[in-house]
């Protein structure tokens, strides 16, 4: 018995309440908790143990007992503080909240105001994250061209700001909450002595990629642009496209210490006001340490985090996202994230690519229609080959099932099995393809999948038709335009292979009525995502079929925007009363 205790301890979790020479601080959150149940009853346990010293263990809190207030409650108070109007003080705030000497990568510049040396000053800046030809553009001007001032000191910064920077984007601010935030997003900030304001200077210049071909989603025939990391860089892309003075950005910071710039978009004459209001409420609400994605944005704000679909369509196309704005919907953009993302959005609208709008409207159709079926196979086409061969041969043509059961008669494995296996081989393929980088990786994928294949049914292993059917739904899956729809798909394919092993075509049947009722029930930003057909709404011709352009005349009602006409009944000027010609 005492062999098995002694087994247990070795190989249970116990806490080590000795921190073995390591002095950890307790940080102020953890001053404020105070030593919890547990690190009492354990200190009780040991307290016939002899100690070094007295300490006080604190078990770290839960997320949900943490105070993700404003960062500036977080941090030092001088934060929150004006800035001095000495220059000494200003240098020991900004050494003390930076951390210099220790921070290599800040930089503070003294220089002499039009090389005279009543007038000094200082500039901060972080190494990397500034354009160096604006910034010497700017001390050029203050040291070398630049005429002091003749007035009173304490309006030295504004004076500067009007009359001797040539720079665009130019203010004064007084707190160091506002300075730190210009210094961290790549701003040049200046001091002088005497004046308790300081002078922010736009120059922005970090290493970025330029403006690319689309990756995810190729076109042939369109646009060929696509976004990036740089914040500003794709709101300007969509301004290109959206040449509208009604056209809003407006930014937000979001991560107590990644403070990521959050940007908003929307048409203020077009897009509904509560929908603008809720994205704003959502985003601003977030209280985390870092944001670093869409992707991790739209876990944040989405209404059904358990879902598997997902209820923000998010784009690397300027143009797309510029289509979704002029329809009234709402564009949220991440700094440092090539992807945008559109809300509110539908399952039919992840369905499509907006290519189809600038083809032949035949061509769109034909192709919309082919993702449809493409769509239902990619996730029911496994689970009705198991429901039929096992419970349902009557179903299948004589034939057919004979060469079905011919080619298995040497297979081993029961028919869920040699699914499973073939679906997660595919799985491992497809995920391999991915990781390996180059060109390499879509060459191993299909190589991959051939000779694999094609050895495990000379195996014996798995039958030929299976084979066909796994390569046909994977092709399927791939015919899905956003990804995460179809990833969505590929988990729920596993589930329909459960119910079409056990239960048949009846468990099928009542996986998919289950699948559009908890489908209905989802929405995005207020809007069903099954609209406009669940409910169903006014008519609108582009869901699966793609109408003439010139038969867009209205916009989706189910966004509610302000303004529903899109064109005029008709829009081609040069028809007149029923396609005669013009006198």
Known sequence: MNILKTFLEMISYRENLDREGFILQ????????????????????????????????????????????????????????????????????????YGLPDNKDIITR??????????????????????????????????????????????????????LLPGNQVKVISSFKDILAAVNMGDTVLFFDGCAGAVVV????????????????????????AFNETLRANTALLRKIIKNENLTTEFSVVGQRSQTMIAVMYLRDLANPDLVKEVKRRINSIKTDSILDSGVLEQFIEEHPYNLHPTALATERPDRVASKILEGRVAIIVDGSPNVLTVPTTMYEQLQTGEEMYIHWQYGTFVRWLRAVAFLLSFLLPGLYLAVVLYHQEM???????????????????????????????????????RIPGVMGATIGIVGALILGQAAVQANIVSPILVIL????????????????????????????????????????????AHVNLTANLKSFGVPYLAPTGPRTADWTDIVTVAPAFFHERRPDYINPLDMTRQPQVSRGWIKDGGKKND
Not at 79 to 92: H, I, V
């Open 470 to 513: 796994v390569s046909v739904t994977g092709l399927a899956s791939f015919a899905i335009p956003y990804h995460s729809l179809a990833f969505s798909l590929r988990i729920y394919r596993f589930v329909y292979i459960a119910l079409g092993s056990t239960l048949g075509i009846f468990g099928i049947s009542m996986g998919l009525i």
């Open 202 to 225: 736009e120059t922005k210049g970090w290493e970025h990629r330029g403006v690319e071909r689309p990756v995810t989603e190729q076109s042939i025939q369109g646009p060929q642009e």
């Open 396 to 434: 299948i043509p004589t034939e057919l099932i004979l060469a079905i059961a011919g080619n298995r008669e040497k297979v081993p494995f029961p028919s869920i099995v040699e699914v499973l296996l073939m679906e997660l081989s595919f799985e491992l393929i497809r995920e391999a393809g991915l």
């Open 26 to 97: 307790e940080t102020k959150d953890e001053k404020i908790a105070g030593p919890d149940s547990d690190g009492k009853a354990a200190d009780k346990e040991i307290s016939d143990k002899p100690r070094a010293k007295k300490r006080n263990f604190i078990k770290p809190r839960r997320p949900s007992e943490i105070n993700y207030g404003d960062p500036a409650e977080k941090t030092d108070s001088a934060k929150t503080d004006s800035a001095s109007s000495s220059l000494a003080e200003n240098r020991e705030v900004i050494n003390r909240l």
């Open 110 to 163: 003294d220089f002499f105001l039009g090389m005279n040396s009543a007038y000094k000053g200082m500039a901060v800046f972080i190494d990397g994250l500034t354009d160096k030809a604006v910034q010497d553009l700017l001390f050029q001007a203050l040291m070398l061209f630049a005429v002091p001032p003749d007035a009173d000191r304490g309006k030295l910064a504004k004076l500067v700001m009007k009359a």
